[in-house]
């Protein structure tokens, strides 16, 4: 203890006993610790659900500061709302999320708790149910007319406190939007869930298909924003531009396309490309307005559209499937299923069928619309950030605009204190390399996905570890799509990774949202850290046909790019070959 002391760090330490005396031979530091995860509050159980399943990576400096504050407001007014004058029972008292060594955990007291959750999760199962599609609908509408109108303010007049005013309200109703939804999102889970209860208990033969068959061929906006993409790639078969497209690559194509040129960057009438430009621009301003995560600081579909390029491509070179046709299929198969189990059962088990199944069909959409509209506003709260640091960088506080987000909350405030006073602004550009060494440091972490890992309830929700077995890695988790697929492997973080991935590799993710789509016309299969049969991914997986596995524990450490692995949505396996 006393040589850790001196060397005001952990050390390894070589000793010797000769005749009776200790002697310390040699000692060094120790440079490979595990992680600490110091819990705030070690009565709360921290869990990477909820917001988390949005932020599956790190979160920034000033997202960890300013909008899981935010974020905090509204899931306190929501559990006001449901819970009543006990809800601070069960929060920890900075809040239900948190972030801990960067990754977003959310946090609940549940000691001594048992009989309030049971009761509140008795008394809220009929409102939740009732009218959720409605109160989604209610919800989003709500959340557009703040966005509309902080659309309609000239962003380079708003002074830096009317900017940050701006955020804050765009973001918080984001916020809201989000426990709005969180009591609309569980009739659709659970819709699904009975339905499958039920078929698979009472009415489901040997020969007879899936549940999953018969929730298929929803009209999402998901699949609505791939029709898009099929249709732009149709119509570039049908002029000039088709060769154009697949040689040119991405970096030139968007510089192209993001200029307002008088005329076409190459021999071809001025009128085809501006029709491409503005066909491309109206896909972006429908699907565009939404995020691949739920932290400000990266960027959105419409910022960054060089996935959407590529599915393009795909389209174009045969390799992704035609979406229009593959929901007919769907539809088709469901119907036909649905026909010959209506011919062969009779009353009650009819009644209850169809009963059961009408609801998942109605309510299933909403789960992927939803989510979908949570990014509404990040657009619109970038481009606010985007000009507050031009503004910093102007005064000389940090070297580009986008540093802002590796910024503070209180850092944020006080530059912007200095700007409206005329003051000379404090340097914080030496303290952004520092943080992002830090986040990068973070990244490489596999954060547990219940703190403390040792509970009960960990080990319910916990993915098996990882066994070895005739010298391969095997990873377990949940099938959720059918299957078995032996491809080389493409582990993504984000959108900064899309460019990389090859069609027939097996997308391999921490999670993903529906700004993730695109990619799943090239992917042969889908795993991912954490998530379960009725999350994002695994939804668009059955709708593709391509088999996934989700909380295959620590898939995105174990797993490398270009590495062989054979998925097995059926057992729920992922298996590695040797490097």
Known sequence: MKIEEFYASPMDVEWTLANGKFAVVQARPITALPPEWILPDKTVLYGRGSLAEHTPSPVTPL???????????????????IIGKDAPRLLASDGFYVPLNGYVYGGTRLKGNAGLLLRVTVSQLVPFFRGSVARWQAA????????EAWEQKPIESLTPSELLEGIRTVFGAACRYFTDIQTTLPTASMSEILFTKFYTSLIKRKQDPDATVFVLGSETVGLQAEKSLYNLAMWLRTNSLEEHILRTPNDQLLADLNHSITQSPLPLPAELWHEWQRRFQKHLDEFGRTAYEFDFANTTPAETPGPLLDAIRSFLEGKAHNPY???QEAIAKREQATRSILKRIGWPRQGWFEKLLHWAQDTGPMRENSIFDMGMGHPLIRRMFAELGRRFVAGGA??????????EKSEVEELIAALESGKPLPNFAERVPVRKAEWQSFLKLTPPVMLPEKTGWNRLVHGDEAEKKDGKTILKGIGT??????????VLFGPEDFEAMKPGEVLVAVTTTPAWTPLFAMASAVVTDIGGPLSHSSIVA????????MAARGATRYIQSGQLVTVDGNAGTVTLDSV
Do not use: C, H
Not at 140 to 147: G, N
Not at 398 to 406: C, G, L, R, T
Not at 481 to 490: E, F, V, Y
């Open 481 to 490: 799509s059918g299957g078995i697929i032996t491809a080389p492997a493409r």
């Open 140 to 147: 989003r509408q709500k959340f557009a007319a703040v966005v």
């Open 398 to 407: 940090i070297q580009s605009a986008d540093e802002v987000y590796w910024l």
């Open 63 to 81: 997202f960890a500061t300013l909008g899981l504050e935010i974020a905090n407001q509204a899931t306190a007014e929501m559990w006001d709302r």
């Open 325 to 327: 046709q593959r929901q």
């Open 542 to 549: 059955r709708e593709y046909g391509i088999p996934a596995v």
